[in-house]
């Protein structure tokens, strides 16, 4: 054995004896909470309360749970968006140090296997950020001895995150499956029969996964890589068909075990739901069908997202909502029923919207006798702000927002994610129209209206 294998053995190997009688104690020492800790699992979807922690003493607490000889993913925190992760399992006793405020920054003391998995994390960080660099520097070499070095510094990388797997497989076969998620060779030095790097990417990401590694069916490094993966597809416009046909064959190759295709399948809609990408929905039903018992909640709250979404696309009845005018009063989309209307979701702060104003009021102008109107919806968070803009670009139609920003409740139904963002509804409220800017909005209120 050499010195670098023995090394591993000793800073990554969780080999500790540990009694299975004995519950597992993590003690922490956590300052600023002004309620209780508590102890949480991820899903893939949302995060389960597994237990409360028992007050010890001024900001001491503690947990137990059953030993395990494999280790297992934990969060700790106030709240499950305010938690440490930590790794249980075949240690007896370990202690987490942190504040409730900054729970992320917490340390784990007294545990190799978290000693060990901050070490891997750091070393998986490494090597994407200084491929990242190189990449990026080889995009604008010119040919020559420059570029020929960048690529033999890529190729070094490759050659040394495959080095490093071995000797994880080696020293410790959970720390593997993680470092196999996060082992990913350069297109420049591995791209075979692919025709571009975005090819090789779809086809060659978890070519060195190890889906069966031990822990697997419960890391959450599924999620991550899922979620990674799919929100690079979605970036460059991955056409829906082949997003489902890709992604479908990687989550096949996930075991049905555990919590493994559900992390999966949570890291995939996550990273569609963000970018917004026309997958979203076949994998939500997906999703529904596979673990409409197992997970109920989460199923329940999918389903009903895809029922909304599904009213959004052309010829679906507009969903319904009221927010308050500048004037405080209350109104409903329902009732401006009866005109042609424009839904659209706009800011203050928002450059493009406010230059594509002086457009919509034109047109405004020009059809609201023949019963077209505005309806626009502030992502504002600042009254003063919002209505000065109102009365700055003279719009004189109607208003609402509930300020509170890209939380607001309206763009969040209709799944706004960046504006200007318009729908155009019909007299029923029946979408006939979405991102209508410009002339092709002109062009579609021409064909509704006629030419005046």
């Known amino acids: 054995m050499n010195t670098r294998t ?10 500790l004896a540990w009694n299975q009688s004995r519950a597992v104690q993590l003690t922490c020492r956590v300052s600023g909470c002004s309620g209780p800790l508590k102890l949480f699992r991820f899903t893939g979807l949302q995060f389960e309360e597994l237990q409360s922690a028992r007050v010890e003493g001024e900001h001491t607490y503690r947990f137990e749970l ?10 700790v925190g106030p709240a499950s968006d305010q938690a440490a992760p930590v790794l249980l399992g075949p240690e007896a006793e370990l202690e987490l140090e942190g504040n409730c405020r900054s729970m992320r920054r917490a340390t784990v003391k007294g545990s190799a296997l978290n000693t060990g998995y901050r070490i891997l994390r750091d070393k998986i960080n490494r090597f994407k950020s200084e491929y990242n660099r190189n990449a990026q520097l080889l995009r604008g070499a010119p040919e020559g001895e420059q ?47 692919h025709a571009n790097g975005l090819v090789y990417f779809a086809n060659e990401f978890f070519t060195h996964a190890d889906f069966d590694a031990p822990g697997m069916a419960r890391s959450p490094w599924l999620f991550e890589s899922f979620r990674n993966y799919t929100k690079t597809l979605a970036a ?35 990273a569609l739901k963000e970018t917004n990408h026309p997958s979203y929905t076949a994998f939500a039903e997906q999703y529904i069908q596979h673990f409409r018992e197992e997970d ?45 209307v424009l839904l659209d979701f706009w800011a203050s702060w928002c450059g ?5 104003n002086p457009h919509v009021k034109k047109l405004y102008e020009r059809y609201k006798s023949e019963g077209f109107t505005v309806l626009g919806v502030s992502l504002d968070k600042n009254r003063d702000r919002w209505l000065a803009a109102i009365e700055k670009d003279g719009l004189d139609w109607h208003h609402v927002s509930d300020l509170r920003g890209w939380s607001n409740t309206v763009a969040r139904q209709y799944g706004v994610r960046s504006i200007p963002h318009t729908f155009l509804l ?27």
């Open 6 to 15: 023995l090394l591993l053995l000793l800073i990554l190997s969780p080999l």
């Open 66 to 75: 059953e030993p395990s000889a494999e280790p297992d993913f934990y969060y």
């Open 147 to 193: 570029r020929e070095e960048l690529l033999a510094r890529i190729k070094a990388l490759d050659e040394a995150q495959l080095a490093y797997l071995d000797s994880l497989e080696k020293a410790d076969p959970f720390f593997a499956g993680i470092m196999s998620l996060n082992t990913y060779l350069s297109y420049e030095h591995n791209k075979g029969g």
């Open 236 to 270: 460059y416009k991955f056409p829906d068909a082949q997003m489902q046909r890709v992604v479908g064959i990687f989550l096949n190759r996930v075991p049905d075990e555990g919590l493994a295709r559900r992390l999966a399948m949570g890291g995939v809609l996550t």
């Open 296 to 340: 109920p909640r989460a199923a329940a709250a999918l389903e009903k997202e895809v029922k909304q979404m599904q009213a959004l696309h052309m010829g679906g009845q507009a969903p319904d909502f009221t927010q308050k005018t500048p004037e405080g009063e209350a109104l409903s989309l329902s009732d401006l029923r009866g005109q042609v």
């Open 352 to 356: 493009p919207c406010r230059r594509e």
């Open 426 to 452: 019909d007299r029923e409220g029946k979408i006939i129209g979405a991102k209508l800017r410009g002339a092709a909005l002109e062009k579609k209120l021409e064909e509704l209206f006629g030419t005046p």
